[in-house]
């Protein structure tokens, strides 16, 4: 990469180290494939499931779930949609189960419609 690619990436970036540029895109390459390698190796291979909700009498009498729930739809790529279902099935889990997990965790677990603010 040379120094004016680099100059444009990054236009408000001004030079702090007394070392020459050459050194500094090395640096930055170097910083950036380690912080990849960390992302990749720290994923968590397990993770906790979201706190369960509790089943009441729904309107016909049989049981649901306390809280709101919403319905989406999205679109992926066929990989990652490949590689969802074959979690989610080695999981034991459904679909929505395993997508409400890794969006919670993503959130920093968020208190849930169906739990009340000091639990």
Request: hydrophobic letters at 35%; charged letters at 35%; proline letters at 9%.
């Amino acid at each position: 990469m040379d120094t004016t690619e680099t100059k444009k990436k990054r236009p408000n970036v001004k030079r702090i180290a007394p070392f020459p540029e050459s050194w500094e895109q090395r640096v930055v390459e170097i910083v950036r494939v380690e912080v990849q390698s960390l992302l990749e190796t720290q994923r968590p291979q397990t993770m906790e499931l979201p706190p369960p909700r509790e089943k009441v009498k729904g309107p016909k009498g049989l049981p649901v779930g306390r809280g709101e729930r919403v319905k989406i739809g999205v679109t992926l790529d066929k990989a990652i949609a490949d590689r969802f279902e074959a979690e989610y099935k080695r999981l034991g889990l459904s679909a929505s189960t395993l997508i409400e997990t890794i969006l919670w965790h993503w959130f920093n677990r968020p208190i849930l419609s169906f739990q009340k603010p000091d639990e």
